[in-house]
């Protein structure tokens, strides 16, 4: 059995291992974990980039071809387009979006087969309507939730010609509360885009992002919409930044600011970034500081376009 002296040895160290293994002592070669919280603002988000399906859509080209392409450029991430129903487009493999009534993991298997990541899925329907809206959102959140997409992005959509201002915010709220309800549970996000007639402006955006508390809604960013609007994008986005999930990296050429700026709420896509007059330094620099990291999904319409947009935040961001 040993001497006492060896029996007091060993009740010692069982006693220094019982207490190291409760976190009371720490043999002095291995460093405690730092507990210290980091200090606010001292953490920069990182900026990441993809590109929206939207580049390959005149190309008469499948989905599986067009996630081929942006692996191809460069691209991390991609957004697909999502729609209810079927069309004879994409079921022919001449266009790029992929109905909810399909595998889910058909979007997960060609975006794993080309080695890049989803930033989220384009699902816009009108929240207005929510004999529309309210079921795409809760199939869209499903249908993210099991390819592997984080976020879901969506707008207001046109409102009904006969429907007051007021109604319009409780027809809204419906849609978005019965979505948030699914996404909440599924960790999915939804991204309000600044794209229609109440979207247009900064308190518009905030308004229809407050009609439900919930952690699931937050903002989808889109620089070319807000500015087509006229309003100042820098200071916009500043304004949701800490509610920002994702951003449309939308570019305005010279020629369309002249011709459209102030007339219209949005545009399904712009020229390249970098060709026009979004300060893409100065977003860059904004988004650094939102509270989670955000992917610039890149709308513009053309695969060449979409190599100089890479190339251009590419340079930016280093």
Same mark, same amino acid.
């Given at each position: 059995? $040993? ?19 409760? $976190?009371?002592?720490?043999? #002095? ?6 507990? /210290?919280?980091?200090? %606010? ?64 993991? #058909? ?17 816009? *329907? ?11 959102? %809760? ?35 419906? /849609? ?77 050429? *010279? ?9 219209? *709420? ?35 319409? *053309? ?16």
């Amino acid at each position: 059995m $040993g001497s006492a002296a060896d029996r007091m040895t060993r009740r010692g160290l069982l006693k220094v291992a019982g207490a190291a293994a409760g $976190g009371m002592l720490l043999p #002095r070669d291995v460093p405690a974990e730092d507990k /210290t919280p980091e200090p %606010k603002g001292t953490r920069m988000a990182k900026v990441s980039i993809g590109v929206n399906m939207e580049f390959v859509r005149h190309d008469d080209k499948s989905f599986e071809w067009g996630v081929a392409k942006a692996a191809e450029l460069g691209y991390e991430y991609v957004e697909p387009m999502v729609h209810w129903g079927r069309e004879l487009l994409s079921e022919a493999g001449y266009f790029h979006s992929v109905s909810m009534l399909d595998d889910p993991f #058909r979007i997960k298997r060609a975006c794993e087969k080309a080695g890049i990541k989803l930033s989220g899925l384009s699902s816009h *329907t009108p929240l207005i309507k929510p004999e529309i809206g309210t079921e795409y959102l %809760k199939q869209a959140v499903r249908f993210a939730a099991e390819c592997g997409a984080p976020v879901i992005n969506s707008d207001e959509g046109p409102k009904p010609a006969w429907t007051t201002e007021e109604e319009d915010f409780v027809l809204m709220r419906y /849609t978005l509360h019965e979505a948030a309800a699914l996404a909440e549970p599924r960790g999915i996000l939804i991204g309000i885009e600044p794209h229609q007639q109440y979207s247009k402006t900064p308190a518009g955006l905030d308004r229809i992002c407050k009609l439900v508390d919930s952690k699931a809604i937050g903002i989808n960013f889109d620089t070319g919409n807000s500015y087509l609007a006229g309003q100042d994008p820098l200071k916009w986005l500043e304004r949701v930044l800490p509610r920002l999930v994702h951003l449309h990296a939308k570019d305005i050429s *010279t020629q369309q600011s002249e011709k459209e700026r102030g007339k219209v *709420t949005g545009t399904p896509v712009g020229c390249a970034c970098g060709d026009g007059v979004i300060e893409w330094k100065k977003v860059i620099e904004i988004c650094r500081q939102a509270p989670r990291d955000i992917v610039f999904s890149v709308e513009c319409g *053309t695969i060449e376009q979409a190599e100089r947009s890479l190339k251009h935040l590419r340079g930016l961001l280093r």
